[in-house]
């Protein structure tokens, strides 16, 4: 894992070279990860990455947090500065700076406190965003990131199913119960927290996609929608499944769920380096459209996930992006029926050299089993 973290610094080098740039400035978060594999805290404590387009990497932390720096980044070098204020962090970013810079990209994470002194020193025509350069290369996983992503996601099929095996012990319980005992499961494997809030929607709540959850309780012979992801070593998982606890599914269900499956499979089967985002949408798409229930997909077909649960990649109509190995992004099928229920399954998968690897694989039945 360590030389990840120097090859991740070496290729920021090469892509700042290559835009005429003299440094980029990463923020705790995903982007300090990314690089030094030392997250940090955003907000209260001013750590900052200068990465330059020549020569090494300098983490400048406050003296109090020196250790911890010492202890989890790998980098170079760790430059501590008095106390914990924005402004000396800047300051000593400033002083590593060549004597005078034409272009430093700083993370768009970074908290104004930090940007306006940069921004008052050096002036917004040379203070650019490091964001091209940080999506670019956050894009397309290594092998590092791929085993991560691969545990985390392995945490949540094995949450998904201890779920699902509920059975009819759900009926009766509430959204936000079960979303509990979700969190629950994610923190007794090891998780350190969710990727977003967890989705649990009953009967007419699945049908709308942008719900959380509620208070609703789960009655017998209700399709719940159940989608949710963790962080694993820093790494987000998400993947959703449709289960009925018990009795017998609504009308028209199974077969929709049927679809779906197939939806989801033929956008996975449309996986491979050179197709654009656009294709694998139209492949998802298309496969509802043979049965009447594309106008009842009402949202894209998917998004990057890796550091973050929603990354800069967007599976959706008419995307041009070409798929390249390691890139790692969900396709979510969804079939909504206002009012009723809904279905939507999910699964990750990653760009192979010659088509896609799946994340996930816990069953995609809506049988409790
Ligand atoms: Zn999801
Ligand atoms: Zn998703």
Request: hydrophobic residues 40%; negative net charge.
């Amino acid at each position: 894992m360590e030389h990840s973290y120097q090859q991740r610094r070496e290729r920021a080098r090469l892509r700042l070279q290559e835009r005429g740039a003299d440094a980029a400035i990463a923020y705790p978060g995903p982007n300090l990860q990314y690089f030094t594999g030392f997250r940090g805290e955003p907000v209260d404590r001013f750590h900052a990455l200068y990465l330059p387009a020549d020569g090494e990497a300098v983490l400048v932390s406050p003296d109090g947090y020196a250790s911890q720096a010492h202890a989890y980044a790998d980098v170079e070098s760790i430059h501590s500065v008095d106390g914990n204020d924005p402004e000396a962090v800047a300051a000593a970013i400033e002083s590593l700076l060549p004597r005078s810079p034409e272009a430093v990209l700083l993370d768009d994470d970074a908290v104004a406190a930090l940007a306006g002194p940069l921004y008052e020193r050096l002036g917004t025509d040379v203070v650019g965003s490091a964001k091209p350069v940080f999506t670019s290369l956050r894009r397309r996983k290594d092998d590092a990131e791929i085993e991560a992503l691969k545990r985390s996601a392995a945490v949540a099929d094995a949450v998904s199913e201890e779920v699902r095996a509920l059975g009819a012990d759900a009926v009766g319980t509430t959204e936000a119960e079960l979303a509990t005992e979700i969190r629950a499961g994610l923190h007794a494997r090891g998780a350190k927290g969710v990727s977003f809030d967890v989705v649990v929607g009953a009967g007419p709540n699945g049908a709308d996609a942008a719900l959380r959850h509620g208070d609703r309780t789960v009655r017998s012979g209700e399709p719940v929608v159940v989608d949710f992801g963790c962080f694993l070593d820093g790494y987000a998982s998400d993947q959703t499944r449709v289960v009925v606890y018990d009795g017998d599914p609504p009308e028209g269900f199974e077969a929709v769920h049927e679809a779906t499956v197939a939806a989801l499979d033929a956008g996975v089967e449309a996986v491979e380096p050179g197709v654009t985002a656009g294709d694998v949408d139209a492949a998802v798409r298309g496969t509802l459209a043979e049965r009447d229930l594309a106008d009842r997909f009402t949202h894209g077909t998917g998004h990057g996930v890796g550091l973050a649960s929603h990354e800069d990649l967007s599976i959706a109509e008419g995307v041009p992006t070409e798929l390249e190995p390691g890139m790692v992004f969900s396709i979510e099928p969804g079939v909504y029926f206002d009012g009723e229920w809904g279905v939507r399954i999910e699964d990750l998968v990653v760009v192979t050299d010659d088509g896609a690897e799946r994340l996930n694989d816990s069953p995609r039945t809506w049988r409790p089993l």
